[in-house]
């Protein structure tokens, strides 16, 4: 089972940084699609950042500009850095990892076990 750890969250100021990483048991080659999640108290787990298998990326709105996904193969571990923090982005990140596979036909949907991320204002 692949495995997915979680560090770099913790409480920072509005207007400061803090950077995510999260390292899988296995090469995050194998994953079509890793990213990160964040869920507040009392609402839905919403998209943070997304990269494919190929290096493609896409970003929620709120984090445009701001916040930037990143790899490294090597160290087979994501990262999320996170610029210009906002009180708005207070929550739980998830590590995420989904691999499909077509035959036999299988989604493969890992996921990390969160870390606190609080900006204070």
């Known amino acids: 089972q692949v495995q997915l750890v979680e560090s770099g969250g913790g409480l920072v100021q509005a207007g400061g940084s803090l950077k995510l990483s999260c390292a899988a048991s296995?090469?995050?080659?194998?994953?079509?699609?890793m990213g990160w999640y964040r869920q507040a108290p009392g609402q839905q787990r919403e998209v943070v950042a997304v990269?494919?298998?190929?290096?493609?990326?896409n970003y929620a709105d709120s984090v445009k500009g701001r916040f930037t996904i990143a790899r490294d193969n090597t160290k087979n571990t994501i990262y999320l850095q996170m610029n210009s923090l906002k009180p708005e982005d207070t929550a739980v990140y998830y590590c995420?990892?989904?691999?499909?596979?077509?035959?036999?036909?299988?989604?493969?949907?890992?996921w990390g076990q969160g870390t606190q991320v609080t900006v204070s204002s």
């Open positions: 995420n990892a989904k691999r499909t596979v077509l035959y036999p036909a299988y989604n493969y949907d890992y």
């Open positions: 296995g090469s995050i080659l194998s994953a079509n699609v």
């Open positions: 990269m494919s298998s190929g290096g493609s990326t």
